[in-house]
T-cell receptor
Framework: AQSVTQPDIHITVSEGASLELRCNYSYGATPYLFWYVQSPGQGLQLLLKYFSGDTLVQGIKGFEAEFKRSQSSFNLRKPSVHWSDAAEYFCAAQNYGGSQGNLIFGKGTKLSVKP | DAGVIQSPRHEVTEMGQEVTLRCKPISGHDYLFWYRQTMMRGLELLIYFNNNVPIDDSGMPEDRFSAKMPNASFSTLKIQPSEPRDSAVYFC?????????????FGPGTRLTVT
């Protein structure tokens, strides 16, 4: 069955430190891949997406993600974390050429930032 | 440009009562999605519409749940009768065909508590 796995439920980093959030997918073919961020009490905001082409994609708020086909991974990174980055992050995947509704989310990784 | 609008933001009701959640998608978007978010199950797609027509309602948990989209700018999700296990945050999202296909924009959610 298709699935998206985020192995880390909760991560704490110091402000200014680098960040990497892990995401693995299980699909028959390479899906479309997304990262969303959810601040407390808010809806989800799209950070970045990968459809094809360059495997390193840039997003908003200084985030980037790298697609690695061999590892079925799409990890999110940021070189220097700010306190305002504290939120929950969701990786999601959708069948290539599939229906709009087939967007599957991981369970999320909650990021805490230490001063 | 206004994003996806949901109302109410919070709803507290007693078991057995009817609950109606409302959503206004982004103008010009032709896809609308309803999701439910719980700690146990994460984000689940309940139903989605394309051009006001329900395309896939396989995620609707029971006959107690129903959704309508009478026009391009309004959708409702109704639970009748409500039960405590329906307590969750319900999100509406919308997206557009064409170049921005697959990019879903989420509303702030409705936090439903059924006592």
């Amino acid at each position: 069955a298709q699935s998206v796995t985020q192995p880390d439920i909760h991560i704490t980093v110091s402000e200014g430190a680098s960040l990497e959030l892990r995401c693995n997918y299980s699909y028959g073919a390479t899906p479309y891949l997304f990262w969303y961020v959810q601040s407390p009490g808010q809806g989800l905001q799209l950070l970045l997406k990968y459809f094809s082409g360059d495997t390193l994609v840039q997003g908003i708020k200084g985030f980037e993600a790298e697609f690695k086909r061999s590892q079925s991974s799409f990890n999110l990174r940021k070189p220097s974390v700010h306190w305002s980055d504290a939120a929950e992050y969701f990786c999601a995947a959708q069948n290539y050429g599939g229906s709009q509704g087939n967007l599957i989310f991981g369970k999320g990784t909650k990021l805490s930032v230490k001063p | 440009d206004a994003g996806v609008i949901q109302s109410p933001r919070h709803e507290v009701t007693e078991m057995g009562q009817e609950v109606t959640l409302r959503c206004k998608p982004i103008s010009g978007h032709d896809y609308l999605f309803w999701y439910r978010q719980t700690m146990m199950r994460g984000l689940e797609l309940l139903i989605y519409f394309n051009n006001n027509v329900p395309i896939d309602d396989s995620g609707m948990p029971e006959d107690r749940f129903s959704a309508k989209m009478p026009n391009a700018s309004f959708s409702t999700l109704k639970i009748q009768p409500s039960e405590p296990r329906d307590s969750a945050v319900y999100f509406c999202a919308s997206s557009a065909s064409g170049r921005a296909v697959h990019e879903q924009y989420f509303g702030p959610g409705t936090r439903l508590t059924v006592t």
